[in-house]
């Protein structure tokens, strides 16, 4: 294993990456501007399906540069043991991590968008609003191209300068942490299944939101009914993905108390307030029930966000927000800068 070498050529990596996205997130947020001022145009009603297939377009593209990335860092990060001086495999960072969630978020609603057949052109508005301004939030805040997956790379990039060191004592216990992450999380079946059924579950969430915001503004049960399928549906791929979730945990936070983190506690109580809605449908005949069911949906989505923001400003198990990752360490590396 030559440290310096694979720093250089992940830094190799992160700079070509950044060359390619740098013009793609200029065209991202363009397009994304772009889709905002034809929605607010009712002249260009027609015009809202193509703006939507467009962006998406655009999120596609970006999201195939991105796997790119992705398998040429599985390629260029194995974790070797120091002690044996054997491979233990490679690092898989999934597409659905870091700086890269509210960017497959908004590509996941975009498909949706495309795929939804019932009010359609009612919809397509609050639809290409939410598109636009994840995407706009993805690329200003995210920054999954310039500023890529930070937490790995600085997890990655102080394993290497630990077995540069030489220095068994350094290297050893940098060795079993970034392959204690290797085998419980980036490479774990669970981050291959769980993230996307809740990213699915998401997107479903969304449009039923957009649904129900039509159905108080104009008081018409077929957006009710409209916002309950997709709700339906999100839902299932949500139970589904936090019992999927729940066994890896259990190994994987083995000794910590991450039943008390706020991401596990917000997805909770999101996913009462989605059973509460789905329940509370079953009186909707009730006088003044809708408004009932109405707020419920609301407030359900409301959660669904703050439930993702906690994932970055809440410490936890389950959260970003304590872990301070800024910098990318490859730059401190002997040689490793980006010349």
């Given at each position: 294993m030559n440290p310096l070498a694979i720093a250089n050529q992940i830094d190799g990596l992160i700079v070509t990456l950044s060359r390619i996205g740098t013009p793609l997130q200029v065209a991202l947020l363009v397009a994304a501007l772009g889709?905002?001022?034809l929605t607010a145009i009712p002249a260009a009603r027609d015009w809202r399906g193509l703006g939507l297939l467009a962006m998406t377009v655009l999120l596609v593209v970006g999201e195939l540069v991105l796997a790119w990335f992705h398998w040429s860092l599985y390629r260029a990060m194995p974790v070797v043991n120091p002690t044996t001086s054997g491979v233990t495999g490679h690092v898989a960072a999934p597409l659905w991590i870091e700086s890269e969630k509210l960017y497959v978020w908004a590509l996941v609603v975009a498909i949706m968008g495309l795929l939804m057949r019932r009010?359609?052109?009612?919809l397509l508005g609050g639809v290409n609003v939410i598109v636009g301004l994840f995407t706009i939030g993805a690329v200003v805040f995210g920054k999954p191209f310039t500023q890529p997956l930070p937490g790995l790379l600085a997890q990655y990039g102080g394993y290497l300068q630990a077995m540069m060191s030489g220095v068994l004592a350094s290297a050893q216990p940098a060795f079993e942490?970034?392959?204690?992450?290797r085998q419980f999380f980036?490479?774990?079946?669970?981050?291959?299944?769980?993230?996307?059924l809740l990213f699915f579950s998401y997107g479903a969430f969304t449009i039923s939101f957009v649904a129900t915001i039509r159905m108080i503004r104009e008081r018409r049960?077929?957006?009710e009914t409209t916002a309950y399928h997709w709700a339906r549906l999100g839902y299932l791929a949500l139970t589904t993905g936090m019992l999927l979730g729940f066994p890896w945990a259990i190994i994987a936070w083995q000794g910590e108390s991450w039943w008390w983190s706020g991401k596990v506690n917000m997805s909770l109580m999101m996913w009462l307030l989605y059973t509460a809605y789905l329940h509370a449908r079953l009186y909707l005949r009730?006088?003044?029930m809708w408004r009932w069911v109405a707020a419920i949906a609301v407030l359900s989505f409301a959660v669904l966000v703050l439930t993702y923001i906690t994932t970055y400003v809440v410490p936890g198990a389950h959260s970003y927000a304590a872990e301070g990752l800024k910098a990318l360490p490859f730059a401190l590396l002997p040689g490793g800068g980006r010349g």
């Open positions: 889709l905002l001022v009010d359609r052109r009612e942490g970034m392959e204690g992450s980036y490479n774990s079946w669970y981050m291959w299944i769980h993230p996307p049960s077929r957006f009730r006088r003044g």
